[in-house]
């Protein structure tokens, strides 16, 4: 059996089904893991699976896997990733892994893995990949373990309802959520009419096919029939789930995008009405905007390095209270248990337009107005992303410069972001400004010195 290196990602792993993965792998991985697990004294693992095509199959042959190194494994079925991490932690399992494509396109799956209530990544999922080739000529475990069911699905939408019941104000809301044909559909619809919430769906029947669109509701493209449907509806927002249901997308009443940022904020506001000083962790993507208007309500507010396993450990180093990125992935440690949950942060969201009499959008309508890029991907030879990144940060010497992830050059009116992407051979980079025509300047200028980076390494 040949395993392709290159599925072994900064956070996942993820490959083309039916020629990098396949159920044979499945179970390799299932063995790779268990060693891991033995040697932590680990056991009984959660197995939970998204609804492609492909991933019952490989859910199974993980769980034989799993068995095959004597470890016992609890089926926790099909369901969001964070129905998963629910079982890990609500029911002391040594570890967890979700079968899930996530936002990617159909023929694509993959596996989301936790060591105890650790999310593994960089050098851990490269330390599996090394496990895989043993254990190719290892014999099984003498004792194999048992594989059991756990329907957890109604015990997870119930804990969500009653976590947030409590905190509704008296506003009743009308909610659009587009489940993107993922998992989210299974879950997040009863949670918010469990909150009283009128809900009208889109999209919420699981099809691992997605036949209506990508499901990744970060893309404007994918979130359309979202947008008109909120302002056909007159709702008080709209909410799209990524395919896995870790990550959020948001359009106000107006059917205008509340970026990952903004709704950061929104929820840091909340939680600092009620625990003053608390810690609130954005990656380097997030707007100016966010950390300075949550430091002057008091807010610890720590800019940090992109990728949601960096975040979750930054959060629980800092016995933070909040964290989240750009892309949507939001973690709740307060009142809740620090992993990423849309479902989660659907309901947090209706609480909080539930206690405010005006539209969503006036919510953030007293912050100065900034202008901002999406996030632009320049591609770069992978062999010198990292070091172009690294230069860079000695290449602004007259301003201000944040190194924690890649390079944060910080303007008179506004700032410019150049990081390599973990996971493909491109550059990110992100701008925002007080005018478009600053914008455009700070633009210029990082670009400029960047290609000059460039050019000289690629000699």
């Keep these: 059996m040949k395993i392709n290196p290159v599925i072994f990602r900064e956070y996942d792993i993820r490959g083309t089904v039916g020629t990098e993965l396949t159920p044979e792998f499945a ?6 893991y268990g060693t891991l697990a033995v040697e932590n004294k680990m056991n009984r693992i959660g197995v939970g699976h998204d609804c492609r095509l492909s991933s019952p199959e490989y859910a199974q042959s993980l769980a034989e896997g799993l068995a095959d190194e004597g470890l016992d494994v609890v089926m926790t079925g099909m369901g969001p990733t964070p129905q998963l991490y ?3 932690f609500s029911h002391d399992l040594g570890g967890g892994i979700q079968v899930t494509g996530s936002h990617n396109p159909p023929d694509m799956n993959g596996f989301k893995i936790l060591l105890g209530k650790q999310t593994l990544s960089g050098a851990d999922i490269q330390d599996l990949k090394i496990r895989c080739e043993r254990v190719l000529n290892k014999p099984v475990a003498a004792k194999r373990g048992a594989i059991s069911k756990l329907d957890v699905r109604q015990e997870y939408i119930d804990a969500l309802i009653e976590n947030s019941k409590p905190h509704m104000g008296s506003r009743k809301l009308k909610v659009v959520v587009d489940g993107g044909n993922g998992v989210g559909g299974m879950v997040g619809p009863a949670v918010l009419r469990g909150l009283g919430v009128e809900v009208v769906e889109i999209y919420c029947d699981p099809d691992g096919r997605f036949p209506n669109h990508h499901p990744d509701p970060t893309v404007l493209k994918n979130i359309q029939a979202l947008i008109q449907k909120v302002k056909e509806e007159k709702a008080d927002f709209g909410i799209g789930w990524d395919g896995d249901a870790d990550r959020i997308g948001v359009v106000d009443e107006r059917g205008e995008v509340v970026f990952g940022d903004m709704l950061l904020l929104l929820y840091g506001r909340a939680i600092l009405a009620e625990k003053p000083g608390a810690t609130i962790i954005g990656d380097v993507k997030c707007s100016s905007l966010l950390f300075n208007d949550l430091q002057s309500r008091g807010a610890n507010a720590i800019m940090w390095k992109t990728g949601h396993s960096l975040i979750k450990s930054k959060l629980k ?18 009142r809740y248990f620090g992993f990423d949950d849309a479902l989660y942060s659907s309901a947090r969201l209706a609480e909080i337009v539930s ?10 309508s007293g912050l100065p107005q900034m202008v901002s890029t999406p996030e632009i991907r320049v591609d770069c030879p992978e062999e010198i992303k990292f070091q172009i990144a690294k230069e860079a940060q000695s290449a602004f010497p007259e301003h201000k410069v944040d190194t924690i992830d890649g390079v944060r050059v910080t303007f008179e009116k506004g700032w410019g972001l150049v990081r390599a992407s973990n996971t493909q051979p491109v550059l990110v980079m992100r701008f ?9 300047t700070y633009k210029k200028a990082v670009i400029d010195r960047i290609e000059d980076i460039k050019a000289r390494l690629s000699r």
């Excluded at 180093?317 to 709740?332: C, N, R, Y």
């Excluded at 206690?355 to 953030?364: A, E, F, N």
């Excluded at 925002?432 to 455009?440: K, Q, R, V, W």
């Design 86 to 88: 629910f079982s890990v």
């Design 27 to 32: 179970r390799v991985l299932g063995r790779a």
């Design 317 to 334: 180093e800092t016995h933070g209270d909040l964290a989240g990125e750009m892309s949507g992935h939001i973690f709740f440690k307060h």
């Design 432 to 440: 925002e400004a007080e005018s478009p025509a600053l914008l455009e």
């Design 355 to 364: 206690k405010h009499s005006g539209p969503m959008s006036s919510l953030l």
